[in-house]
């Protein structure tokens, strides 16, 4: 397993959740996971609406690579506070992380791949943290 995460922004607090992220999942997950020969790179992107940048989710069969490359308004998280950025980060994530590990070509070519399990995980260690909760936890805002 080679699980990433990285970021692209042009601001608001993205760039530390990415990292706050993947400082939290990317080793574990590369352990947890390492019998599987796959990738699962993750790009985090919070840009200017004007950039019309797509979301999108890419499988590469030859290199055995799930892109999973998503988007964020940054004039819509600029107006937000951090912990409220980390919460909707939170949510559009795992809507992305599903709508990759779902992927048809992705999951003929990995059929043994338990994306479930790998999707618990991810939001187990995330909870531990604060992330992918129900509800914002706005006691994190003075942490």
């Known amino acids: 397993m080679d699980f990433s995460i990285i970021t692209d922004t042009a601001g608001a607090n993205i760039s530390e959740l990415g990292s706050a992220l993947r400082e939290l999942l ?5 352990q947890k996971f390492k ?3 796959v990738s699962i790179g993750i790009a985090i992107r919070c840009l200017p ?3 019309e940048r797509k979301s999108f989710v890419r499988y590469t069969k030859s290199d055995n690579y ?3 490359d998503f988007c964020v308004s ?3 998280y600029e107006t937000k506070y ?4 980390m919460f909707e980060l939170g949510k559009v994530f795992l809507q992305w992380l ?3 590990l779902v992927n048809k070509a992705f999951k003929v070519n990995n059929p043994n791949f338990d994306g479930d399990s790998f999707k618990k ?3 187990l260690l995330g909870r531990e943290k604060g992330w992918f909760s129900d509800t914002i936890n706005w006691n994190l805002e003075f942490i």
């Open 26 to 30: 990317v080793d574990k997950v590369n």
């Open 35 to 37: 019998k599987y020969n």
């Open 49 to 51: 609406d004007s950039y």
């Open 66 to 68: 799930l892109t999973i």
């Open 74 to 76: 940054l004039e819509e």
């Open 82 to 85: 951090k912990v409220e950025q």
């Open 98 to 100: 599903d709508k990759g």
């Open 121 to 123: 995980f991810i939001i």
